[in-house]
């Protein structure tokens, strides 16, 4: 089971904005505009990475999140602007609690 808390960080170690790379300080992240799309790629790139989650862990958990809101505007941005800024980090960065998405994991638990 993932640990929301801990696991994000994780997780988008490797995911999955609206703002795109202006959400990550400008140098890189993804551009995805669609949540199922951000979701995926962030997942694959987690995957990728071997950060110890399996695609459909990984998908099925933001896919948690999406559900659990109900759709909302917010949240779907929340969890595009995070997978999109995760995406843009090196399989390092994903691996380390501390990076510069930090701030867009604890929006996406406000507005989820």
């Known amino acids: 089971m993932i640990k929301p808390k801990k696991t994000?960080?994780?997780?988008?170690?490797?995911?999955?904005?609206?703002t795109g790379a202006q959400a990550c300080g400008g140098d890189g992240g993804g551009t995805f505009s669609n949540i199922d799309d951000a979701i995926n790629a962030f997942c694959m790139k987690?995957?990728?990475?071997?950060?110890?989650?399996?695609?459909?862990?990984?998908?099925?958990y933001y896919n948690n999140l999406v559900d659990s809101s109900n759709g909302t505007e917010a949240c779907n941005a929340a969890i595009l602007r995070y997978a999109n800024c995760r995406y843009g980090l090196s399989c390092d960065q994903l691996a380390n609690d501390s990076d510069r998405c930090y701030g867009l994991y604890d929006a996406l638990y406000d507005r989820c």
Do not use: F, W
Request: proline residues 4%.
């Open 46 to 60: 987690v995957v990728g990475c071997n950060l110890g989650y399996t695609m459909q862990e990984c998908v099925a």
């Open 8 to 18: 994000i960080p994780q997780l988008a170690g490797a995911i999955v904005a609206l």
